[in-house]
């Protein structure tokens, strides 16, 4: 089921005027036994994501999915309950490497 995970409608976030405040880059889904991490890479502030992605038009069989494997049960398919969980879960990057930021000699 994870693996049928839409594209998001749009790479644009936009904030309640509609102007563009960021973008989602990319998002990830690792799972093992009972532990899953999703991983959301995107610029701009995270409450206009969370705001955009609770709101669109998704495909919830992927959130139904994700709920089995949560400690503490929450309705991830309504727009409160997407923020409220996303929100109180995320963590912050502190750092990320590529092998394209190595000096080259």
Known sequence: ????YPRPESAQIRDEAGTVVGSMVRTAVFVRDNQVVRIMEFTGPLHALLKQKSTENRDFSVDIALQEYLEHPV???TP???RQFYGESAMEMLYVRSAADAVTA
């Open 1 to 4: 089921m994870l693996l049928q």
């Open 75 to 77: 309705d991830l398919t």
């Open 80 to 82: 409160d309950g997407f």
